[in-house]
């Protein structure tokens, strides 16, 4: 098992090299953009007041005052969280399904191994993958955009809303690993997941424009920890122990559909 979880951790270097620039890039921007509009900031938010409700939605602007330093934290939380969940739902996707369209199923789960201890050797490297996103994005978001705001007041509110991210990222991960091994093949089970999560998407966004339905927040991973809502209130049990209940239902009955699976289907 301890090779295989070192296999696959090699086998995704590069795919997690190319997400992260992606997270270094869209930061490194946001330090820049924050620099240059450090003292029109107030001017920038007195604009957004005058957005309709659904523009401030959609680009994560509302109930944020960007002319704070949390404001402003919170607006850039939104686009690495975008990339962040769209990321985990893809390497759930990737992890196991990917042998079929390599074709190293067969040569796979033809060595001396369980099927299920090879499964379970996957999910804790892409478990180790996304431990390392979130920690990357952790330090660029301190390093881009706390530290040019200059308020080191919110370095709690950035450490825990970076864990929301990290489990909210686990979760979209296993349902993205419960697809893929109900479809039929790599490329329905990736489309499969990102209509998923696009579906998350268009539900949080709903519930956000609506605003008086967080009762309902439950029907979208997005929503469990949002970042407004854990800056303000921190980590909702709740929420915790339902993410850890789909996280272990999902990963178990995607090891069990893989170990009886065929292996010409996977």
Known sequence: MKAIYLKELRLTRKMLIIWLSLIVILTGFAAVEFVMLKDALADIAELAGSFPKIVLVLFGMNGVGVDTALGAYQCMAFWSNLLAYFF?????????????????????????YKRSSIVW????????????????????????????????SII???IITTIGMFIT??????????????????????RLTMVAVMVFYVISFA?????????????TPIRY????????????????????????????EASRRYTGKDLRAL
Request: charged share 10%.
């Open 156 to 158: 709690g509110t950035h």
């Open 169 to 190: 990222q686990i979760v979209l991960f296993a349902i993205g690993l419960l697809i893929s091994s109900m479809a039929k093949n790599y490329k329905t089970a990736s």
């Open 225 to 252: 920890f949002e970042v407004v809502s854990v800056s303000a209130n921190g980590l909702n049990p709740l929420y915790i122990i339902l993410s850890l209940v789909i996280i272990l239902s999902s990963c178990f």
């Open 88 to 112: 985990a739902g893809f390497l759930g996707v990737f992890a196991v399904a990917r042998e079929e369209k390599f074709g190293t199923s067969e040569f796979l789960f033809s060595k001396p």
């Open 121 to 152: 050797a996957k999910i804790w490297a892409a478990v180790t993958n996304l431990a390392i996103f979130s920690l990357t994005v952790g330090i660029m978001s301190y390093l881009c955009i706390i530290l040019p705001l200059g308020d080191m």
């Open 207 to 219: 519930l956000d424009y609506v605003g008086t339905m967080n009762f309902l927040n439950f029907l």
